[in-house]
């Protein structure tokens, strides 16, 4: 069971477990019903597959098969990837990694599988991807709220809940704020190490301020979730829910455009460039970029231990005692930067969170380029350079 032959390609990227679960709550021949959003109360459960195999391709409604299809070729179902093959040495993934590594996992720790919710009750098998289950359960409608690393917990309906479990990141600002309080600003601490805020955070993003998963400067405000504009409401309002992709059309109601990278409403340029002919996306990789530079001088000027970034490597930022522009190696391995200073760390890490999200622009322009605004002032401190004096703005 669990294997659909189809022309030219095999389908299999379900585990017995997971077809188990999505076949209770789907009846066989059953029409595909409307998904999430409908209303409030209505999660994504309805698509039909057979119940055992073997079966011809024609027996198979072509809603799903298209879903199915569409759903394949997206990176939620790329069991090669190293989202989801980082376990497989290891033969099992590790509760705290599961929820968001493997469909499996993600039922566990919502207690869509009849366990307790809140936590995955142990180890998880390898080789589970984002699969079908996942999304169509009928247990989502009952997951009113997810927790993020902020702490803040927001409300949350039907499909919703899965998008806003695995793409909100694994750290906060506050986890930031916590290792360096009452700590001297701009002191070397063998004891700080980088603090990664994960990977994919889209959900981090488009809640912003009121997420509070970037570092927070007192006294400033930070801009809220993204509303954008009706009907464009939340994840699925932009991605397909099963390729993934976000196609340009619908954005041209609103915007004008030739990709998504042109797209720009701000009148201010944020960078320096004065240039408000190119999309916003432009003004915030260009910050990014600076706030970068700005990492790297003031560990070499400010604090004599330069910190070299390297985004192929965990933990992405090395050592470069000598300042030559090469990771320092020790017995063959690069050597992690041990020279954090509460000041670098917390504008590392705003600097990781914007960037790891390649969508940031359209999740939620204005919370990203406040964080890079205040993490180059923040460093321009100590460096006595005055950032509005360069053009930047918040
Ligand atoms: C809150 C959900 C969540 C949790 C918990 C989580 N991850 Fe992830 N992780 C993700 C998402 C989403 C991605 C996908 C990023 C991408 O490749 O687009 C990811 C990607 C990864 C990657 C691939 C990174 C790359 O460079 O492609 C690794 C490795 C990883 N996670 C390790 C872990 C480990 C180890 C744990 C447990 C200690 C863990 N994750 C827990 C959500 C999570
Ligand atoms: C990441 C979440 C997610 C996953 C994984 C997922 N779906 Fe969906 N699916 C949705 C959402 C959301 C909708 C509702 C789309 C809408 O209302 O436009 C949907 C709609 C459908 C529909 C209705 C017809 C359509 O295409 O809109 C079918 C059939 C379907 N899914 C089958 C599947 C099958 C089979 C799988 C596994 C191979 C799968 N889905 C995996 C989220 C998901
Ligand atoms: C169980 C955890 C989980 C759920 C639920 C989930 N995702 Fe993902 N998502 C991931 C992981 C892990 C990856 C990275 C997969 C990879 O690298 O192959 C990913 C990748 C993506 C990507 C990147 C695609 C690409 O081409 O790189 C998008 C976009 C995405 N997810 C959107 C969504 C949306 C929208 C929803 C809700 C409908 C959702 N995800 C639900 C875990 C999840
Ligand atoms: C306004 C439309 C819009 C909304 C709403 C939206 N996204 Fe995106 N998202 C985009 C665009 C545009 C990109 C960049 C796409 C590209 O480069 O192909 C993107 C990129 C992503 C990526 C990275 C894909 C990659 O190539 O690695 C992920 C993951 C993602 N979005 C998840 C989500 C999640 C989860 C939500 C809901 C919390 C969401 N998005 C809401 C438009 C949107
Ligand atoms: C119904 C109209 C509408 C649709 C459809 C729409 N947008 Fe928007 N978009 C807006 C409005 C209005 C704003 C300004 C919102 C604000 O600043 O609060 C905006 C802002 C943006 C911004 C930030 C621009 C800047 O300079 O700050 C981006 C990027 C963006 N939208 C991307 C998209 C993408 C990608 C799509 C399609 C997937 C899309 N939008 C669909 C109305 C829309």
């Keep these: ?25 789907s009846g066989f021949g059953q029409d595909p019903a409307p998904g999430a959003g409908d209303s409030p109360d209505d999660a994504t459960t309805s698509f039909v597959l057979p119940r055992s195999g073997p079966f011809e391709p024609a027996d198979i409604s072509i809603g799903n098969e298209a879903a199915i299809a569409d759903w394949f070729r ?113 002191e070397a601490n063998a004891e700080l190490r980088f603090i990664n805020p994960h990977y994919a955070t889209a959900a981090a993003t488009w809640l912003g301020g009121y997420g509070a998963s970037g570092y927070h400067y007192d006294a400033r405000d930070y801009s809220g979730r993204f509303f954008h504009a009706r009907p464009v409401e939340s994840c699925n309002s932009c991605h397909e829910p099963h390729t993934l992709e976000v196609s340009l059309e619908p954005c041209l109601t609103c915007h004008q455009a030739d990709r998504f990278e042109d797209i720009r409403i701000a009148r201010q340029s944020y960078d320096g460039s004065g240039n408000t002919t190119v999309g916003i996306r432009s003004d915030i990789n260009a910050n990014a970029d600076r706030l970068m530079d700005m990492i790297r001088a003031y560990t070499d000027e400010v604090v004599g231990a330069p910190v070299i970034y390297d985004g192929n490597r965990y933990p992405y930022f090395f050592s470069d005692a000598n300042g ?69 703005r918040r």
Excluded at 116 to 128: K, M, N, Q, R, Y
């Design 324 to 392: 030559d522009g090469a990771i320092d190696m020790e017995d063959g391995s690069p050597v992690p930067y041990g020279s954090w200073t509460p000041r670098s760390l917390r504008t590392a890490f705003n600097w990781k969170l914007v960037t790891t999200d390649p969508g940031n622009y359209a999740h939620n322009p204005e919370y990203v380029l406040e964080l890079l605004y205040d993490s180059m002032a923040d460093l321009g401190e100590p460096m006595d350079i005055d950032i509005d004096e360069i053009g930047l």
């Design 74 to 186: 997206s990176a939620h179902a790329n069991a090669a990837s190293e989202a989801f093959s980082h376990w497989d040495d290891d033969g099992e993934i590790r509760a705290a990694c599961a929820t968001c590594h493997s469909g499996e996992g993600f039922r566990d720790f919502h207690g869509l599988d009849g366990s307790a919710a809140g936590v995955v009750d142990g180890t998880i098998d390898v080789g589970g991807v984002v699969d079908c289950g996942t999304c169509h359960n009928a247990g989502l409608a009952d997951i009113t709220e997810i927790t993020f690393p902020s702490g803040l917990v927001h409300p949350v309906t039907g499909v919703e809940a899965s998008c806003l479990t695995c793409h909100q990141g694994r750290s906060a600002g506050i986890d930031v704020e916590e290792a360096i309080a009452d700590l001297p600003l701009d």
């Design 1 to 25: 069971m669990g294997i659909i032959r189809r022309p030219g390609l095999v389908f299999s990227g379900l585990s017995a477990f997971a077809t188990a679960i999505f076949l209770a709550n």
